[in-house]
Every structure is written in C-alpha cells, then in structure tokens.
C-alpha cells in the first residue's frame, strides 16, 4: 500500500482537515491546526507531504521519526501541529486496513467511556452558575470556565473577588459532587495566580489550568505552594520533550497534551505513559473539532491514567459549525452520564462527511484569536 494523495481542507469555525489517500482506495483523515495559523500550518503539511508520497503509510513511527528528525530546526506549535495531523490521518488509514479501532493497536481498551466536560462563560466569564445548572440538567458532571478576564502582573483585588464569585456561584447552583475546571489561560501572572489559587480552594475546584505560562514552569512551584488544587497545564507543549521538565519537577497534577499539537496519538500515548510514571493524571486538551476528538478517544481508551476528556460541543469559538457537523453519523460520540463512549469503529472511529467539508471548503475561515489591552495600552494575554 502506498499513499497517492492528500488534500486540505480549511472549514469553519476555525479548523483545518487533512485526507490522505492510498493507492488501495483506503483514506484517513487527521486535524493538522494551529487555531489562528490555518494558512501556515497547511503550508508545513504540504511540505512534509513531499516526503509521504509513495511511502507505505503503515510505518508510522519510521515516518513520525523521519518527520520530526529529519529537520535541522524541530519542534514547536506548527511544525508538531502539521506532523499531528497527519499521524492522525496514517493511523487512520492503518486502523481500517487491518479492520480495527486504532486503540486495538496500542495495546487494546482499558475502559469503555471516559467522563467529559462542556464549555461554560466564553471568553469573558459570565452568567456561568446558571449556565452550570444548564449543563448539570443536560447530565454533564463538570464543566470548565474561563477563571478570569485580562489581569496584568499585579491588578485589582476587585478582579479576584469577580473570579471568587463567580465560582461560588456555580458551587451554589450545582452542588459539592460536581466538578470545576478553572482554566487562567496563561493570562495571569505568577504574584496574581498565588492569590487566585488560595482564595478559590474552598470552592473545591477540580483543576487550576495555566495559573500562568507554561514557559514560566519556574512559577508553578511557587503556586503549587500555595493550593492543594490539583495544577492542570500542557495545552503548550510539544512532543515529550516538552512535558520531561514539568514531569521532572513534580509540580503538575495533571498534563493536557492536545492531540493535534503535541505530536499525535503515538507521541501523546509516550507522553502519558511518562506521565504515569510520575504518578500523574492526563487530561487530553481537545476544543476543536471531531477528527481531534475522535483521536483524543483513542489514547482515552487504551490508557489508565487519563481522567477526563474535553470537547467542543456548544462551545463559545463554534460559531458557524459545531463538532458535529461534519459527521456522517452525528450519533457516534455518544454521551451519556457525563461520559462519552469510545467509538468502536475501525481506524479513528468517525466518517467525515466529505461531501460537507468539500463544500464548507468553499467559503473557509479566517478565524484569528482577539488581541487583549490593559487600560494603560499594553498587550494583555488573551
């Protein structure tokens, strides 16, 4: 079997797909995006593709190794996110060659579902109890939210007693066995996020993400001091180099490696397999569409140490398209107690309605992240 062709495909809200074809009429598809970077990151598949045409898809460690070593320059968000994608798409294509789910492949299925959360807030956090109470009503069991708007290195109290309320709030609506995530989205500082993380711990959360950058992984220590909040980062890094230190300094809870940035399933099974070793949680990072989530549930299903799963549904950056728009059978990510089941199909589990996508293709997307000021004009993270 060798590959013959691919072709992208750059839809809305903000997503990029990727279908790479052989010379048996066998296709995969994968999720190569840097949200904000389409443009660039199918530039970086189109180049790597170079290489795949005529070569045997089945050898997807050989490819991923050529791929990633076979640069001078390596690593980083859109060269990971374009090798992501297409490992995705290869193991895809190997999963229906010998008719089984690609997490048969990796040492076969520790569970049957995995708990999921939903969305709540937007980018600016609002009406987020009763938003809660929503979720909770529909059989979610934990939602994650947006901690707090921009907050400069040292900012108002009135901000943390805005991001304290809101939480309580959600703890009144939705009672005590109910998980919290609160994402800081790498938008707070290290003085700030200390007194964040202490004044939301009575409300129980059931992870801090990003108290701060993961490039200041020096901070964490400092803030994992101040909380006994299990501390969530790791939407950020790349392949698990980029996850040896923070493993090695023993200062996160749990690691959020985004299937379609940090390498793949392969590299993302490595990774949680490390992970695992330091007696951590894992978490897959998964706001975008249905090819990273189906991807994201094949390393759930064969791996023990992964707790819970995000995905788009309903999301607040899915405006135009949702996650499951593009399927086939809309039905296949079924959910149900707060849980979704594993896909038990061959491959990654999913058919993408190609006639869809072809046409959704059509009109693209230019989707861009906003850019934050503080009051006196200075770039805030967003």
């Not at 991001?163 to 700030?192: L, S």
């Not at 020096?218 to 501390?231: G, L, M, Q, S, V």
Request: glycine residues 10%.
């Amino acid at each position: 079997m060798k590959i013959t062709d691919f072709n992208l495909y750059q839809i809305e809200p903000r997503w990029l797909f990727l279908k790479i074809e052989t010379d048996e009429g066998i296709s995969g598809w994968g999720e190569p995006i840097v949200e904000g970077r389409a443009h660039t990151v199918g530039a970086a598949v189109t180049e790597l593709m170079d290489y795949l045409i005529g070569k045997d898809p089945r050898t997807i460690e050989d490819h991923f190794q050529v791929l990633y070593r076979g640069g001078f320059y390596r690593g980083g968000p859109i060269l990971m996110s374009a090798i992501s994608g297409i490992e995705q798409a290869l193991w895809d294509i190997k999963g229906k060659y010998y008719n089984m789910p690609v997490y048969e492949m990796l040492g076969g299925a520790v569970r049957d579902n995995i708990q999921i959360y939903s969305w709540i807030g937007g980018d600016r956090p609002q009406d987020v109890g009763a938003a809660a109470k929503e979720k909770a009503d529909a059989g979610f069991t934990a939602i994650k939210m947006n901690g707090t708007e921009e907050m400069n290195y040292i900012d108002r109290y009135s901000k943390v007693d805005a991001a304290v309320e809101r939480v309580a709030a959600i703890r009144e609506a939705v009672g005590n066995d109910f998980g919290i995530g609160i994402d800081f989205h790498g938008r707070v500082h290290k003085a700030m996020a200390k007194i964040l993380v202490k004044e939301l711990e009575p409300y129980r959360p059931m992870f801090i993400e990003e108290p701060v950058l993961a490039e200041n992984m020096e901070a964490f220590r400092d803030i994992a001091n101040h909380t006994t909040t299990p501390i969530a980062t790791g939407e950020r890094n790349y392949t698990r180099w980029g996850f040896k230190q923070m493993l090695t300094d023993g200062v996160v809870d749990i690691i959020q490696p985004d299937l379609s940035h940090a390498g793949g399933i392969l590299e993302a099974k490595k990774i949680a397999v490390m992970a695992e070793t330091f007696d951590v949680a894992v978490a897959p990072h998964a706001p975008l569409g249905p090819i990273n989530l189906a991807a994201s549930l094949q390393l759930d299903a064969c791996t023990p140490n992964c707790i819970i799963q995000e995905q788009s549904l309903g999301i607040h950056y899915n405006q135009g398209s949702d996650l499951l728009d593009y399927l086939v059978n809309p039905k296949v990510f079924e959910y149900e107690n707060g849980s979704v089941k594993i896909p038990k199909g061959v491959g990654l589990g999913v058919d993408i309605n190609e006639e869809r996508v072809i046409e959704a293709a059509k009109k693209g997307h230019d989707w861009k992240n906003p850019i934050w000021r503080h009051f006196d004009g200075t770039v805030a993270e967003w």
